[in-house]
């Protein structure tokens, strides 16, 4: 029996969408690693009870960080992202969390630096306050750990495994991959990107939608070990729009936009590579994008009319859709190292 509900919420599901092809479907992913993440900071003495996690988030961390203090007694401050809607801020507001929220912009690359400045800001005013740093710190990792057990123990060991989802912070499908591969060798790791994100070098690409939130940064993420993936997947608004609808139209599964990526990826890559596994990793519901994305179903193309184009530098991405062999390159020089821990450091 569980003992809150956030160990419920964070458990996974595995579901057979089709033979040798699974999805691995959260209600909220992110609970995973915040209920780990905190675990570990108390156990170790970084934190105690009664202690103020800060970190900042365009949602779905928000809601798990928020969770995981109400479990172990712990304050909570989130600066979130301008795309934080009503129903969330109310269940933080509820649960005991102090929100900031960025005022409205059209840029969610703006909005993100602005979010990390005000967390900067915050601490200088309350020193005594503890970074989660969700973007950077390897701790949330390990909630992971359980998972990529569970996922190799009920897909087998013939014909290989191929794990995809979103990169966003580098925690969820870099850990997976990190685990899974310490209990078998032919893991392969295929990452989904949105244009614009600097993690994996197409900020030069503008999405005319939007940028899908919670896969991509305009910033470096210190959490993201490039050399650990194989391909990546650079997705529009557009197809993952298409994703989406499909994996509702044709699984019932209702997840939300960077599913719709992943799920689309996954579905190509799967097919032209039909011996392996092929698990793809579900984030979240679909509620946060009913307006947004399902209601515009009637607009999306049939998915299997939908192909990446291939190329061979991020130098030649291009919308709708490109796939790269990444082979565990290093990363860009404008998300390497260096340029991650100046995002962490600035003030």
């Known amino acids: 029996m569980d003992e809150h509900i956030a160990e419920a919420i964070g458990r996974p599901d595995l579901i057979r969408v089709a033979d040798g092809f699974v999805c691995l479907r959260f209600e909220t992913m992110k ?58 801020r109310t269940q933080l507001a509820v649960l ?6 960025m ?20 601490l200088r005013e309350h020193p005594e306050y503890f970074w989660m740093r969700q973007y950077h710190d390897d701790v949330h990792y390990l909630g992971y750990e359980a998972i990529a057990d569970r996922v190799c123990e009920e897909t087998g060991a013939d014909g290989g495994l191929t794990l995809v989802g979103g990169v966003g912070s580098g925690a969820s499908t870099g850990a997976l991959a990190r685990y899974c591969r310490a209990r078998r060798p032919d893991v392969r790791l295929v990452g989904v990107q ?29 959490n993201v070990s490039h050399t650990a993936y194989d391909t990546v997947h650079w997705l529009s608004f557009d197809t993952a729009l ?48 009913v307006d947004t994305v399902f209601a515009r ?10 192909a990446p184009r291939t190329v061979t530098s991020p130098d030649e991405l291009a919308l709708p859709w490109a796939r790269m062999e990444w082979s565990g390159a290093a990363a860009p020089a404008a998300a390497g190292t260096e340029s991650a821990r100046a995002s962490l450091q600035r003030t």
């Not at 995973?32 to 365009?58: F, K």
């Open 103 to 122: 005022p409205p912009s059209d840029d969610l690359k703006l909005d993100q630096k602005r979010r990390v400045a005000r967390v900067h800001e915050i």
């Open 31 to 88: 609970v995973v690693s915040a209920l780990a993440a905190v675990r570990h900071l108390l156990d170790t003495g970084a934190v105690r009870r009664g202690d103020t996690l800060l970190d900042s988030s365009s949602g779905i961390y928000a809601y798990a960080l928020a969770l995981a203090c109400h479990r172990y007694g712990m304050r909570c401050h989130i600066v979130g992202s301008t795309t934080v809607d009503r129903t969330l």
């Open 194 to 222: 949105p244009f614009g994100s600097v993690t994996f070098g197409s900020e030069h690409v503008a999405d005319p939608e939007i940028i899908i939130a919670g896969i991509g940064s305009s910033i470096p993420f210190a």
């Open 242 to 289: 298409a994703g989406s609808v499909d994996l509702l139209r044709r699984h019932a599964l209702f997840a939300g936009l960077s599913t719709g990526a992943g799920y689309a990826a996954a579905r190509w890559e799967h097919a032209h590579a039909p011996g392996r596994t092929t698990v793809f990793v579900a984030a979240d519901t679909g509620h946060r994008y």
């Open 96 to 101: 005991g969390a102090h929100v900031e929220q």
């Open 297 to 306: 179903h009637a607009e999306a193309a049939p998915l299997e009319s939908l």
